[in-house]
């Protein structure tokens, strides 16, 4: 007796990228939730000017992603190493506006 394995279907559809904004969103929401419970720099800015900050950066990022994931979706590998540098990349330009623009360490 064989087992057949189905293909999915491909990676490009609508249907299995449409998670990705509930996910940045969600991941925008832990980090300013995080950033105001953890860091005192970040605790010190008003909420609206914080929360239009990270939402911007969020949204600049996910941008970058999606013009960037078509020509590179042709396996988990690669688009892990797309999201890990996206991520890394958002987290220094919103490292280097606070030290310039906020004086942050």
Do not use: W
């Not at 970040?42 to 929360?51: G, K, N, T, V």
């Not at 396996?75 to 030290?99: E, H, R």
């Amino acid at each position: 007796m064989t087992m057949k394995i189905r293909s999915h279907p491909a990676h490009s559809s609508e249907h299995s990228l449409a998670h990705i904004p509930i996910q940045y969103a969600i991941a925008a929401a832990i980090f300013m939730t995080y950033g105001i419970q953890v860091c005192p720099f970040l605790d010190s800015l008003e909420r609206q000017l914080l929360a239009s900050i990270i939402i911007g950066l969020f949204v600049c990022m996910y941008l970058v992603r999606r013009i960037t994931v078509k020509a590179i979706f042709t396996s988990p590998i690669k688009q892990f190493k797309l999201d890990m540098t996206i991520f890394l990349g958002g987290g220094i330009v919103l490292a280097l506006g606070n030290y310039i623009a906020y004086d942050f360490p």
